[in-house]
Structure formats: structure tokens, C-alpha cells
């Protein structure tokens, strides 16, 4: 069985986009699912109040269990928050709950407020949970959360819908990453887009994928996610769509995307190996 190239440093990927329902949640869970499922160990952070991210997961986020909130505030470590999710034994999530919704507003007044996740998501901690890749789902807004997920990573994941509209926005993230670099994180970049929800029978699915394509080049996976409804129906069974239908194009799009991405880590961080292992 194919088994994902782990790459020699843990990398932390933050998939933002201030639009709602570009398929941030999506693609998180179904990367890190995509990850797990080969032999890598996978963390995802769910730093979006609705919890979307923890539901897919199979994460139990009702108000009171121990969560993201409480590891922003750094009342608790990684660990006590980390629930292993029903996707793969190799996948963890730190889930979000509804008192995450007022973590925007109380952040304003805290010491080191852009700091907080990176805080929590220290080498000593991730280091205990043993995991390759930490995802972080941001809420759809650029706010303080998103700014302590671009402070807590060096590679930003841009999912881009191949729709009307699909560029717009998205020079407002551009730049706030840009000041993000500039002032609290000078490795961060924008490693990956990936394109999704993309529908074959329309024209405009294709001009929207060349316009990111000849704007963004090579950050640009050559996996697309089609639009199909088993990744859409995979959620209301508290399930990935590689668990729900394995077999759909959904999921197998989705190893194909992750596999790019670990391939590309890999050659990044890794001198290849001669010894083929
Ligand atoms: P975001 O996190 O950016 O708000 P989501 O991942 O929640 O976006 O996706 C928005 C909606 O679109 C959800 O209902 C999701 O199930 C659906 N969706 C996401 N990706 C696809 C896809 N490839 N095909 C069909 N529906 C999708
Ligand atoms: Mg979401």
C-alpha cells in the first residue's frame, strides 16, 4: 500500500480564505484524513467556532469539552485537548466549541494576542502528540484567529473555488499575509492553492483554473477537486468522504491532492534517498 513520504520537519499548514464556503473545512479534514490513512501522523486544528472541522472528524465538541479555546488561553496543553478521530488512529483533532465565538473579541485585550497559537502549538508539544503535519481550519474572516493561525505556520493553503468571484478577495489575504511576514512571521508563504468544487460541464470552471493557474504557477496543485455530492453529504455522517465513499472521485481526488503535497514537502526538506526507502 502507498505510504505518504513523511518529511524530515513538521510542517504546519494554515488553509485560509476569508470567504465562507470555499471548501477550507473541506479540504482540511479530507487532506488530513488523505495523510493519515497512509501512514503519516496528522494534527488538525479546528480554530473555527462553528466546529465544522471537529464534526467531520468524528470529534465530540459539545460546550465543555476541553478545546482550542482553553489551549489559546493556555489554560491547558495540546495534549489534554487532542481527541483522536474515528477518520484514522494516525489523525488528531483539537476541536472547537461555541466558546470559541467570543475567543475574537476576548484576544483584543491579551498580552501577546497574535501569539497565542503559536504558543500552544510549540515544538514541545507537538513534539508529545507525535505528529508529521498540523493542519489549522480558519474561520471564514481575518480576524484575530486567522492572524494567530498565520502566526502559528510557515506554509499557507489557499483553497480557491473554481467560481464567479474566485480571485476576488483574495488580494485583501494576500497582503494581510504579506503583514503577517512583515512584522510577526518572516517564514511564512503561500506553499499550496488548491483548486475546488470544480464542475467539468462548465466553461467557466476551466477559465477560473487557467486565470489561478497563469496568476499563480506552480503553487497551484495539478490535482482539482471536482464538485460532487458525496463530499458534500460525507459531513452529515460525521465522516470524511474517504471513510463515507472511498471509492468516489471526491475522495480520490483528495489522496492525489495530499499525496502532491507530501511529495512536494518531501522534496523540499528531504536530500532524495538513493536506497529508495
Ligand atoms: P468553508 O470551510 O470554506 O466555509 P466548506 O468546506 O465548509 O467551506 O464547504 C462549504 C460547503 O460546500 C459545504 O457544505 C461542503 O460540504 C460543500 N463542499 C465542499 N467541497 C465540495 C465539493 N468538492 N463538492 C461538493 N460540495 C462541496
Ligand atoms: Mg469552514
Redesign the pocket.
Known amino acids: 500500500r502507498y505510504r505518504m513520504p513523511r518529511p524530515t520537519h513538521r510542517r504546519v499548514l494554515t488553509v485560509a480564505?476569508q470567504?465562507?464556503?470555499?471548501?477550507?473545512?473541506?479540504?482540511?479534514v479530507n487532506l488530513a484524513a488523505a495523510l493519515a490513512m497512509h501512514g503519516v501522523r496528522v494534527l488538525v486544528i479546528d480554530l473555527?467556532p462553528q466546529g465544522?472541522a471537529s464534526t467531520a472528524l468524528g470529534v465530540d465538541h459539545h460546550l465543555g469539552t476541553p478545546s482550542v479555546y482553553e489551549c489559546l488561553l493556555g489554560e491547558i496543553r495540546l495534549a489534554e485537548a487532542a481527541a483522536v478521530s474515528t477518520a484514522s488512529p494516525n489523525l488528531l483533532c483539537i476541536p472547537a466549541t461555541i466558546d470559541l465565538a467570543g475567543a475574537e473579541i476576548e484576544l483584543v485585550s491579551m498580552v501577546a494576542r497574535e501569539n497565542r497559537l503559536k504558543q500552544a502549538l510549540s515544538e514541545e508539544a507537538l513534539a508529545e502528540l507525535d505528529v508529521d503535519y498540523v493542519f489549522v481550519?480558519c474561520p471564514?474572516s481575518l480576524g484575530l484567529l486567522t492572524v494567530n493561525a498565520l502566526v502559528a505556520a510557515k506554509e499557507v493553503l489557499i483553497?480557491i473555488q473554481c467560481e464567479y468571484y474566485a480571485l476576488e478577495g483574495l488580494g485583501q489575504l494576500l497582503s494581510n499575509i504579506d503583514l503577517v511576514r512583515a512584522h510577526l512571521n518572516t517564514a511564512l508563504h503561500v506553499s499550496t492553492i488548491l483548486l475546488?468544487?470544480?464542475d467539468g460541464r462548465t466553461k467557466l470552471a476551466d477559465q477560473v483554473t487557467s486565470e489561478v493557474r497563469g496568476h499563480f504557477g506552480p503553487t497551484v496543485l495539478r490535482t482539482v477537486?471536482?464538485?460532487?455530492?458525496k463530499?458534500?453529504e460525507?459531513?452529515g455522517y460525521s465522516q470524511t468522504v474517504l471513510a463515507y465513499d472511498p471509492g468516489s472521485r471526491?475522495a480520490m481526488s483528495y489522496v492525489d491532492a495530499a499525496r502532491e503535497i507530501a511529495e512536494r514537502g518531501a522534496q523540499m526538506d528531504v536530500p532524495q534517498r538513493q536506497d529508495g526507502r
Not at 477537486?225 to 455530492?229: A, E, K, N
Open positions: 480564505n470567504k465562507g464556503g470555499v471548501g477550507k473545512t473541506t479540504t482540511t473555527d465544522n481550519d471564514p483553497p475546488t468544487m470544480y477537486i471536482p464538485r460532487s455530492v463530499v458534500s460525507a459531513p471526491g
